[in-house]
C-alpha cells in the first residue's frame, strides 16, 4: 500500500508539520499485525517563498501562494502510483482566500482522499464554510481529533455522520525520568511550571504571570519556563510585539528571577524531556475556539500534571481527572489552583498518573494503526472517484510569472515608460499611465501571491502618482528622467487609468497607510469624475469607482456619479449603434474591451438589466470580430476599423489583448457563462504566439513583453505598457481559473 502524505513538514517549524512527519513515520513502520507494508511520500507546502532542505521521503513542494505549483502537485501524485491520498487541512497553510487553492488538486485527483481536519471554526465565514464542505464532500473519510469536532461538522458544516472518524492526536512514545531530566536542566532545586507552543496573542501567558506573585510568596522555588518561539505570521505583521510586552509584564510583577523566555522551536525529543522535568503544564489560552491542541496532547501523553482554561479540546482531553481546569483571564483561580496542587504532593502525583495512563492508550503507533486499518477498509471497498471535468484554462501553459524585468524597469522614481530591448530608455522618462497601470499589477500580484517584491514596489508608483496630482485633482503625465515636469495637465485617458488604480487600491489595500494615501488621492480627484468626455477615461474611471464601491457600498454619493457615467456610454452606444454595428462609435480604435468592460463592472454593482444587455451586446461584437477564427486578432492601430471600412491588422498592442482578457473574466463574473472563459483563454494566448503571425511577445530571457505585432514582424522593445499589460493578464487568468474552480461556491 502506498500512500500521499500533503502538509507541512520539518523542518519547517510548524505544529502541523510535526503532526504529519509522526503520522508518517507510524504508518510506514512495519508491525506483525499489518497484512501488507505501508509505504508513501510527502507533498510538503512551502511559505512565503521559504525553502527548506527536506529529509527523503518529501518527494515534491508546493509554494502556499503559487496556483500551478497545486497543478503540477496532483499531477505526480496521479503518476506516482499512490493508492490514497492524506491531506493534513488546516486554512492558514494552502494559498488564496482560505486556503482555497488546494481545491483545484483534490478535484483532479484520481485516488481516494482522507482529510484530518486540524482546525473546525464554530462561527465561519461564507469562504471558510465553503472551502471546507467542499473538501469533506471529495473526502471518503474525515479524521477528527475531538467529540467537539465531529458536533461541528455535522451541526453547522452539515457533513455526513458516516463519514467522520475520531482518531486522537498521537502522542510520541519518548519517555524521561524526571528526577534525571531535572538534573540535566539544573532545576533539581526548583519547581518547573511549563508553557509550550507557538507564541501570539491568545495564548494568554500573561494569565500565568499575574498568579505568579501571591504564589511565590509560599513557594519561592518556582521557575516559569515559556518554551517557544512567535508564530512567523506574527512576527511578519507584529514583530516580537506580543513577547517585549510579556518581558516589560515580567520586570513589572519582579518576577525576572522566576519566569524565562526560550525563544525556539526545539526538537520533539528535546520537549518531552522539559515536559517530563515539568511539575505542572498550563495552557492559558484565552478562548476557547481550539479544537484541537497538539502541545495539550504531548503534556498529557507525558505523564505531566495540567492545568488548563476551558477551550475545547481542554474539555474532552483533561475529562475524568486527568487535568485541571480555571476560566479565562482568572489569575486568581489559577494561582489557588497551582497553590493547592504544590501543597500537596499526593494530588499532583495522582492527576500526573491518570493523564500518564491516558497517554499510554494514544502513542503514535496506535494511532497510526488504527490511520492503516481505516485506510485499508477505504481500499477493499473499491470507491468510485468522481475527476472534475478541465477547464480550458489551463495554467500550466503560462510561463512562471516574475517581476525582474518590472524591478529593472523601475527607479526610486517610478516605472520608467520604454525600452530598448529589455533596457530601460532612460531618455522617455515617466508617465502616470504606466505608474497606474504598475501600481495595479503590484497590488494584485501581492493580493494572490503575497509576494513581498510586489509590496516593495507599491509605495514606488503611489507616490509616484501622488506627486504628479494638481491642486485641482487633476494629474500630470510625463515626467523627465532629470524629474522635470513635461505636461500641465495629462490626457483624460490617464486621468481615468489613474483613477482605476487607486479604486482598486481603496478595496484591495495591502495595509492602512497605503489606503489613507490613496484615498485623498482618490477624493481630491473626485470632483473631475463627472468632467470627463473620453469615453475611455469614462470607462476606466468606472472600473475605479466600481471597485471602491465594492467595499463601500454605501455611498450613495458615489453610486449615483457611475450611474452618470455609465449613462454617458449609453447615449454613445444610442447614438452610433445599428442593426449590424453594436458599438459605441462608427469605429473600433484602441483599447476597445475596456468600454464594455466598463458596464459589466457597473451593472455588477448597479443591479442594472438596460446596462448588463448592452454590456453583453458589445462584448459580443468584439468577439465576433476579434475571435472569428479561434484567436484574438486585435485591430491594429496603424488606421484601426472604421464601420464600412477594412480593418487594419498591424500594430497590434498587449493592452488591447489585456482588455478583452479583463472583458472576458467580467463577463463570466456576471453571466458564469464557460465560454468566457474559453474566449478568455484564448485572448491571453496572443502574448504566447496565438496570433496572426503566430510568434510570442513574451521574452522568456528577460521576462519582460515585446510592444506589439507590426508588419515586419515582432516590435522586441518591452516598454513598461506591454509588459504590465501581460502581466495583468497573466493574473487574471489565474484569478479566472480560480474562479472557475469556485463556481459551485458561488464565489
Known sequence: MKLAYIGTYPPRECGIGTFTMNLYKSMITNTVTRKEPVEGFIVAMNDHEQNYHYPEEVKLTIKQEHQRDYLEAVKFINLSGADLCILEHEFGIFGGQNGIYI?????????????????????????????????????????????????????????????????????????????????????????LLLTFGIL???????????????????????LYVVLGKTHPNVIRHSGEEYRNYLQLLTKKLNLSKHVVF????????????YLSASDIYITPYLNEAQITSGTLSYAVGVGSAVISTPYWHALELLDEGRGKLFDFNDSERL?????????????????????????????????????????????????QIVVAKETTIDPLILPPFSLEHIKRLTDDTGIIQHAKFGIPNLKEGYCIDDNARALLMVLMTYQQKKDKIALNLTPIYLSYIHYMQNEDGTFRNFLSFSRNFLDEVGSE??????????????????????????????????????????????????????????????????????????????????????PDWKWFEPLLAYDNGILPLALLHAAEILKNEKI????????????????????????????????????????????????????????????????????????????????????????????????????????????????????????????????????????
Not at 201 to 222: C, F, M, Q, S
Not at 345 to 356: H, N, Q, S, V
Not at 515 to 525: E, H, P
Not at 711 to 729: C, T, V
Open 200 to 222: 501570539s496573542r491568545n495564548k494568554g501567558i500573561e494569565t500565568v504571570l499575574y498568579a505568579l506573585p501571591k504564589l511565590l510568596e509560599k513557594h519561592p522555588d518556582i
Open 103 to 191: 481545491l483545484p488538486l483534490l478535484y483532479r485527483l484520481e485516488i481516494p482522499l482522507v482529510v484530518t481536519l486540524h482546525t473546525i471554526v464554530k462561527e465561519p465565514s461564507y469562504t471558510e464554510k465553503a472551502v471546507l464542505q467542499e473538501i469533506c464532500k471529495m473526502a471518503h473519510k474525515i479524521i477528527v481529533m475531538s467529540q467537539k469536532a465531529i458536533e461541528f461538522l455535522i451541526e453547522i458544516y452539515n457533513v455526513d455522520k458516516d463519514k467522520i472518524v475520531f482518531i486522537a492526536h498521537g502522542v510520541p512514545d519518548i519517555q524521561f525520568c524526571q528526577e534525571q531530566t531535572k538534573k540535566d536542566f539544573n532545576l533539581e532545586k526548583k519547581k
Open 612 to 747: 448588463s444587455a448592452i454590456a453583453l451586446e458589445t462584448t459580443n461584437f468584439l468577439s465576433e470580430i476579434m475571435l472569428k477564427d479561434g484567436y484574438l486578432s486585435i485591430i491594429g492601430n496603424e488606421k484601426w476599423y472604421k464601420k464600412g471600412g477594412e480593418r487594419s491588422l498591424f500594430a497590434q498592442q498587449p493592452l488591447d489583448a489585456l482588455a478583452m482578457v479583463l472583458m472576458y473574466r467580467q463577463a463570466f463574473q456576471l453571466t458564469k457563462e464557460r465560454e468566457f472563459l474559453t474566449k478568455l483563454f484564448s485572448c491571453f494566448m496572443w502574448f504566447l504566439g496565438e496570433n496572426d503571425i503566430r510568434m510570442t511577445l513574451f521574452d522568456f530571457e528577460t521576462n519582460g513583453c515585446c510592444d506589439g505585432l507590426e508588419s515586419y514582424g515582432i516590435n522586441r522593445n518591452q516598454g513598461a505598457e506591454s509588459s504590465l499589460a501581460y502581466l495583468i493578464s497573466h493574473l487574471v487568468v489565474m484569478e479566472a481559473f480560480e474562479a472557475f474552480e469556485q463556481k459551485d461556491l458561488a464565489l
Open 262 to 273: 526560550i525563544n525556539e522551536f526545539i526538537s520533539q525529543k528535546e520537549l518531552f524531556k
Open 335 to 383: 494561582s489557588l489552583i497551582l497553590m493547592d496542587l504544590l501543597d500537596n504532593p499526593e494530588k499532583l502525583k495522582k492527576l500526573r498518573k491518570k493523564a500518564f495512563d491516558y497517554g499510554r492508550t494514544i502513542t503514535w503507533p496506535k494511532s497510526g494503526d488504527k490511520y492503516v486499518e481505516l485506510i485499508q477498509q477505504i481500499l477493499a471497498e473499491k470507491p
Open 493 to 578: 485617458d490617464s486621468f481615468g487609468r489613474t483613477i482605476w488604480a487607486l479604486g482598486y487600491l481603496l478595496n484591495n489595500p495591502p495595509n492602512d497607510s497605503y489606503y489613507q494615501t490613496g484615498k485623498i488621492i482618490f477624493f481630491d480627484a473626485a470632483k473631475n469624475f463627472e468632467k470627463i468626455n473620453s469615453i475611455r477615461s469614462i470607462a476606466n474611471t468606472m472600473l475605479g469607482i466600481s471597485h471602491y464601491l465594492k467595499s463601500n457600498p454605501s455611498d450613495d454619493s458615489m453610486i449615483e456619479t457611475l450611474n452618470t457615467l455609465a449613462g454617458k456610454l449609453i447615449k454613445q452606444y444610442e447614438e452610433n449603434s445599428s
